[in-house]
């Protein structure tokens, strides 16, 4: 079996009064003075592509960061290492990760997180204690302050845990994100907070007096607090908390432990291994026991995997694959125990499981309306899939000198996920040989990363009338010397926010691409001054708002051109990574909201993909890889022949990695349902997980327990369903707007009035209902959600 890896959510986890998606680190206003460079040396392509160019430009953070990142006494070395610098350049100013003037050190951050803190407690009094009009006019204002106050540190320190190179900031980032996370629980069963927005939102003479964003984040938060428990006693209150505190600690554990498989090692005989047809020079890497007469086989690196494409021997293959995807049983233990932690939280709020506690205000709205969605996708999927499968049948028939299967149910009982990469290599080299293509130069040379960014540039250029413009950082601007800064520049408002691009890959940071939002758009507060925020944006008519600040995370490689000179050049799945995440910081650009709680990606879990998602279609688009592809060296045009060989290479088994996605929606949903209540003392998790193997059919797994290493059973807890849905609607999308011409203006003014402004201000089913004209999705019913379960181009 081979699970496609999906982009985590670009949105913290945190609970209701934040209503978090990574807000910001706004402390104070830095202005920016700005290197003056010629167009050319800071075209989007040159610094990307140009490592030499750019390490000229960004010389300072070198020779800073190189400093930076010592364990010990770095500040003294920076200050001894720049000296000559400063005595050109005026003083050293460290102007702190993203411009936060606390953020120059691990110290800096403990201390932003207590003045934080200091702010939310002042902020809470405040709303406490002054009930006047004036008061109560501002309470929804005041509360979304508060919820800005607290993910600035709590989704600074998520993104710092996951990309900072310095483990001094990772362990300040882990202890300041416990301490926050756990006052923030507390604001969240606060009764007084509660009965007072609850005041507000029902007295006429004030709420006549709110905005219709005021009104949206007032219910937004009500919701939330009551999901809270907080109409509840004292006593389940506290055991609310204790929960959320305990389901953090221990989903964070489970996280932790996922890429871990439960041998080192699996040992196969001499005779077994060396007549399976695995290459000597493979045998040769192996560890052998002389006196058993065994090969010990890694679980880890590239060995196994070329192993399960060379071994004619079934048996290998079964037993190298079940070891790749089991883990320990502490790890299953770890997964039961958040499981149990889930349902006894959702039983303490009166909800039969998890999946119906956390699916009020989603899209899905129930339990039973995602696995309708899911339940029509595999109905739809499964027969697709059999038939992306029936050459394997075919190979292992012939194999067997039997007679190949031809109904549905045989075809799934030959084909085994262990049989898939092996019968799937011989099948592509016997395609390239017969095609001639063997020899053929790699896509990749023809798709520098930055020209990929050069072609998104003019995607978002002529869509939504903004372009990306390359920034040199200021000293302590960013974690690394490789990371970049884009500005995002609106036709009309200028510079509409801020993306850091850190593109390649470097030890010690996350695997999985990922967005961080780490400050929203939103407008400036009233009798908010400029020493709050870090950067302030005016429109076109004259309001004020603050900048989003995103950072996009990537694991690309580069290749080596020379001794001092080396060029990152991208395959097509690449190519759809960037896309992806470029489509999530776009939403963050132009969801521009009056208040931080609704703005950008802060909508609905089962929403918030849909751009995203809707970008790979744009890097599907040979028509777009065209404009942007052209060879590194010569600069000719990518090949068309070539370009749609690969994209058809890349359709290979889709149907499959669909009904995957959909196998593992379906067992987030089961290991959050309400049978885990009612059985919890008897709890399985093997055995739901290999039971549902058995009842979907396809590529069955019964052997392993796979089901600890699925990390997103944390993340996404009982919402997994979400990139599949989001992935029908992004497809049905783009059918409507950009399937004629991915460059217009027109289909991209609809999505970005329909969808992308709103943010999480109207309802998602609206907007889908909009944009695709079709008014009875507004109903939001299982009918809708069956409606996208039978969309087949996913």
């Not at 709590?154 to 300040?172: G, M, N, T, Y």
């Not at 900048?547 to 995370?553: A, D, E, G, K, T």
């Amino acid at each position: 079996m081979s699970y496609l890896t999906i982009p985590q959510l670009p949105i913290s986890r945190s609970q209701p009064i934040l209503r978090v998606l990574s807000k910001g680190l706004q402390t104070r206003w830095i202005s920016y003075s700005y290197k003056r460079q010629t167009q050319h040396e800071l075209s989007l392509k040159n610094i990307f592509d140009d490592n030499i160019l750019w390490k000229k430009l960004n010389q300072q953070n070198y020779q800073y960061n190189s400093e930076h990142s010592s364990a010990s006494g770095y500040k003294d070395r920076i200050l001894s290492t720049l000296s000559d610098f400063s005595k050109d350049k005026g003083n050293i100013n460290n102007v702190g990760l993203f411009k936060n003037p606390y953020l120059t050190d691990p110290k800096g951050l403990k201390e932003f997180s207590k003045a934080s803190l200091v702010k939310a407690r002042e902020l809470t009094d405040l709303m406490k204690t002054d009930l006047s009009n004036e008061g109560l006019k501002n309470y929804i204002i005041n509360l979304d302050k508060l919820s800005d106050t607290l993910c600035r540190v709590i989704d600074l320190c998520e993104f710092i845990r996951s990309a900072h190179p310095d483990e001094k900031f990772v362990r300040a980032a882990q202890q300041c994100h416990e301490e926050m996370f756990e006052f923030m629980n507390i604001l969240n069963t606060d009764v007084t907070l509660y009965e007072t927005l609850k005041r507000v939102l029902v007295d006429e003479p004030i709420a006549k007096l709110l905005s219709k964003e005021e009104t949206k984040v007032g219910r937004i938060l009500l919701e939330d607090f009551e999901k809270s428990g907080i109409c509840m006693t004292a006593e389940v209150r506290d055991k609310f908390i204790s929960l959320s505190q305990d389901i953090s600690l221990v989903g964070q554990d489970f996280i932790n432990n996922t890429g871990i498989a439960k041998e080192n090692y699996v040992t196969v005989t001499c005779d077994e291994l060396e007549e399976s047809g695995v290459p000597l020079f493979i045998v040769s890497k192996l560890q052998k026991d002389i006196t058993s007469r065994h090969y010990k086989i890694p679980t880890y690196g590239g060995i196994p995997f070329a192993i399960l494409r060379a071994s004619t021997n079934e048996n290998i293959r079964e037993k190298i694959w079940t070891a790749l995807h089991s883990c320990s049983d502490d790890q299953i233990t770890r997964l039961t125990h958040l499981i149990k932690l889930r349902s006894i939280l959702a039983n303490l709020m009166g909800k039969s499981g998890f999946s119906e506690y956390q699916l009020d205000g989603k899209m899905a709205k129930t339990p039973q309306g995602v696995k309708k969605f899911i339940s029509s996708l595999v109905t739809s999927t499964q027969p697709l899939a059999a038939k992306e499968l029936q050459f394997i049948s075919d190979m292992k028939s012939k194999i067997a000198d039997v007679p190949p299967p031809v109904e549905t149910s045989k075809i799934l009982e030959m084909v085994h996920p262990w049989d898939r990469d092996y019968y799937s290599w011989i099948w592509k080299q016997e395609q390239a040989k017969n095609e001639g293509m063997l020899d053929e130069e790699p896509i990749s040379t023809y798709f520098t990363l930055g020209s990929v960014l050069e072609g998104l540039s003019e995607i978002f250029q002529s869509t939504y009338g903004l372009h990306l413009r390359p920034e040199v950082p200021q000293i302590g601007e960013t974690w690394s010397a490789e990371v970049r800064r884009i500005n995002v520049v609106s036709e009309t408002d200028g510079i509409v926010g801020v993306i850091y691009c850190d593109l390649f890959e470097r030890a010690g940071k996350t695997q999985n691409p990922a967005h961080f939002t780490v400050c929203c758009s939103r407008q400036t507060y009233p009798k908010e001054n400029d020493e709050s925020i870090i950067q302030i944006g005016t429109d076109s008519n004259g309001v004020r708002y603050q900048l989003p600040i995103i950072s996009l995370v990537c694991n690309f490689s580069k290749t080596s051109m020379s001794s001092d000179q080396n060029i990152c050049l991208l395959q097509l799945n690449e190519i759809e990574t960037l896309f992806h995440e470029m489509g999530h910081a776009m939403h963050s650009m132009l969801g521009r909201t009056q208040l931080q709680n609704i703005s950008g990606t802060r909508c609905p879990t089962d929403f918030v993909e849909l751009p995203s998602i809707l970008m790979e279609h744009f890097a599907r688009d040979p028509r777009v890889l065209r404009r942007i592809g052209s060879h590194y060296i010569t600069k000719k045009t990518v090949p068309e022949e070539l370009l749609m060989k690969h994209l058809e290479d890349n359709k290979f088994l889709q149907n499959c990695e669909t009904f995957a996605q959909a196998k593992m929606a379906m067992l987030d949903q089961e290991l959050h349902g309400a049978n885990i209540i009612q059985n919890i003392n008897t709890l399985d998790v093997v055995k739901i997980y290999q039971n549902l193997e058995r009842q979907m059919k396809v590529l069955v797994d019964d052997k392993s327990n796979w089901c600890g290493r699925f990390g997103h059973l944390y993340g996404y807890g009982a919402t997994y369903y979400s990139y599949l849905l989001d992935r029908a609607i992004a497809s049905k999308v783009w059918e409507r707007l950009f399937s004629k011409d991915p460059y217009s203006r027109t289909g991209g003014t609809q999505f970005k009035d329909k969808v992308l402004k709103w943010g999480g201000l109207r309802d998602p089913w609206a907007c889908v209902a909009d944009v695709l004209d079709q008014p009875l999705l507004a109903k939001g019913d299982t009918e809708a959600m069956k409606y996208f379960g039978n969309t087949h181009d996913l």
